[in-house]
């Protein structure tokens, strides 16, 4: 059976309460990454960007339209006034002259129609750009709210950081004042178990929580000060102190 004073079986509880604080520690970080929050932020800011940029190409693609039809009427006018040119200028016969006008007046019935379409799409171009500018801002403000909640969470990362770093450098202290064969011993244990010491009050294990049996109490009690005894449930050293039995 191992040997170790009672003094330094004592210490492995305060070495276990770090060991747990540091565990922790660790699951708290866990639970930081995987933030429920966060990550509906996350699909809220992609909700808002999926809607933004629907509607920005609806805008563009009305825009397009509209700058099309712009320049269907410019080309219309154009010819418009290059035969309007040509019948000022008296160049051609009569029926050529004729002809012209004919060409302007269905070019003119054509130029109206086509206003008319110019007219349609920039009714549609300005209806969409209100649209455009809620979606945007909502889209800005939800990704706002997720920088915020991350950086919320970078924050209390390095504050976690920082404290299991203080917890490591006690450890590494407190780990250094306790017998080698015994730390190992206990190492062993937290590695196997999850809990490497644990306290023996009134018969109960406050590694598992549980009350002993008589007869594993009963070794227990017959065994000596400096015997390192095991709880058989949670497979933790049991540490033991005349008042706590």
């Known amino acids: 059976m191992a040997k170790a004073s009672p003094a330094e079986q004592l210490l492995l509880l305060d070495l276990q309460a770090l060991d747990s604080k540091i565990v922790k520690i660790d699951r708290a970080v866990k639970t930081l990454a995987a933030d429920p929050e966060i990550a509906?932020?996350?699909a809220t800011v992609a909700e808002a960007e999926t809607a933004r940029r629907e509607i920005a190409e609806e805008s563009a693609a009305a825009q397009q339209a509209l700058t099309?039809?712009?320049h269907q009427v410019e080309k219309v006018q154009s010819r418009i006034e290059k035969d309007r040119a040509q019948i000022d200028a008296g160049r051609g016969t009569a029926r050529d002259m004729m002809a012209l006008q004919h060409e302007i007046d269905s070019l003119t019935q054509k130029r109206g129609e086509l206003e008319t379409i110019e007219l349609e799409l920039m009714e549609t171009a300005e209806e969409v750009v209100p649209r455009l500018e809620g979606?945007?801002?909502s889209a800005d403000g939800t990704a706002a709210q997720l920088a915020q909640l991350e950086r919320a969470r970078s924050e209390r990362g390095e504050e976690l950081a920082g404290e299991r770093q203080q917890l490591v450098v006690q450890r590494g202290e407190l780990a250094g004042r306790?017998?080698?064969a015994l730390l190992a011993l206990y190492e062993k244990r937290l590695a196997q178990h999850g809990v490497g010491a644990a306290r023996l009050y009134h018969g109960t294990s406050e590694g598992s929580g549980m009350q002993l049996a008589p007869g594993d109490l009963a070794e227990i009690r017959d065994a000596a000060?400096?015997?390192v005894v095991y709880c058989p449930?949670?497979?933790a050293i049991l540490v033991r102190s005349?008042?706590?039995m």
């Open 40 to 42: 509906a932020a996350e």
């Open 68 to 70: 099309e039809a712009e």
């Open 233 to 235: 449930d949670s497979g």
């Open 135 to 137: 979606a945007t801002a």
């Open 178 to 180: 306790i017998d080698a």
């Open 225 to 227: 000060e400096d015997d």
């Open 242 to 244: 005349p008042e706590w």
